[in-house]
C-alpha cells in the first residue's frame, strides 16, 4: 500500500521568502508529525497533530513556523520568511494512533535549502 | 527534562564484529522506546520497540536490544555486523499516548570490509 508521501523532494529558495511543505499521510492513520533534521542533527520535534488538532506544537522554533491538517488527512507546514538556519531536511510521520507504542511512519523528507 | 542520550555520533566497526549501540533515557518512569534506521538516501524505518511484553526484543535484520530498567538503558546489538548494517541509527523514546516521541541524536554506524 502507500505509504507517507511529502511534496517536494527538494526546495531551493532565497531568504525571506515564504514556502510550504506537504504530508500526506497513510490513509487511515489520525496521528502525524513533523520533524526537522539538521545537517549532523537527530531528528528535532516540530509539530503533533491528532486528527485535525495539534495537541503539541512545542517543537516550532518560531512564530515564523505554522503547520495545519485537514479532514484528518493532509498537513501543510508553512514557514513565513524563511531564514538560512531554517536549511534542513523536513520529515512527516504518521501513525494509527492505537497507543503508546505506535509505530511511526516516516515519509522520504522535503530537503529545504534557504540561499 | 524528559531525554535521550546515545552515546556516540559515529562508531565503525569490522565486517563480522559485535554492534553495541548505546542509548540511555532519562526518566524514573521507564518509557515505550524504539530504534529506527535510515539507510543512506532513504526514510527512517522501525528496526524494533519495546512493548513492556518482554525486556529482550528481537527486531528486522537480526538486530535485538535489551530494556534495563535498573540502567535506564536500552542498548542496540547485532552479534555479526554485516556491510549492509551502515547506515545512522536513532534511539527513541514516548512517555504516554498523547506525547510526542523524542528522538536522539543518532549514531552513525560505519562497517570496515
Known amino acids: 500500500g502507500a505509504g507517507v508521501s511529502q511534496s517536494p523532494s527538494n526546495k531551493v529558495t532565497e531568504k525571506g521568502k515564504d514556502v510550504e511543505l506537504r504530508c500526506d499521510p497513510i490513509s487511515g492513520h489520525t496521528a502525524l508529525y513533523w520533524y526537522r533534521q539538521s545537517l549532523g542533527q537527530g531528528l528535532e520535534f516540530l509539530i503533533y497533530f491528532q486528527g485535525n488538532s495539534a495537541p503539541d506544537k512545542s517543537g516550532l522554533p518560531s512564530d515564523r513556523f505554522s503547520a495545519e491538517r485537514t479532514g484528518g488527512s493532509v498537513s501543510t507546514l508553512t514557514i513565513q520568511r524563511t531564514q538560512q538556519e531554517d536549511s534542513a531536511v523536513y520529515l512527516c510521520?504518521?501513525?494509527?494512533?492505537?497507543?503508546?507504542?505506535?509505530?511511526?511512519?516516516f515519509g522520504p523528507g522535503t530537503r529545504l535549502t534557504v540561499l | 527534562a524528559q531525554s535521550v542520550t546515545q552515546l556516540g555520533s559515529h562508531v565503525s566497526v569490522s565486517e563480522g564484529a559485535l554492534v553495541l549501540l548505546r542509548c540511555n533515557y532519562s526518566s524514573s518512569v521507564p518509557p515505550y522506546l524504539f530504534w529506527y534506521v535510515q539507510y543512506p538516501n532513504q526514510g527512517l524505518q522501525l528496526l524494533l520497540k519495546y512493548t513492556s511484553a518482554a525486556t529482550l526484543v528481537k527486531g528486522i535484520n537480526g538486530f535485538e536490544a535489551e530494556f534495563k530498567k535498573s540502567e535506564t538503558s536500552f542498548h542496540l546489538t547485532k552479534p555479526s555486523a554485516h556491510m549492509s548494517d551502515a547506515a545512522e541509527y536513532f534511539c527513541?523514546?514516548?512517555?504516554?499516548?498523547?506525547?510526542?516521541?523524542?528522538f536522539g541524536s543518532g549514531t552513525r554506524l560505519s562497517i570496515r570490509p
Open positions: 510521520a504518521s501513525s494509527p494512533d492505537r497507543g503508546q507504542t505506535d509505530t511511526q511512519y
Open positions: 527513541a523514546v514516548r512517555y504516554s499516548s498523547a506525547s510526542k516521541i523524542i
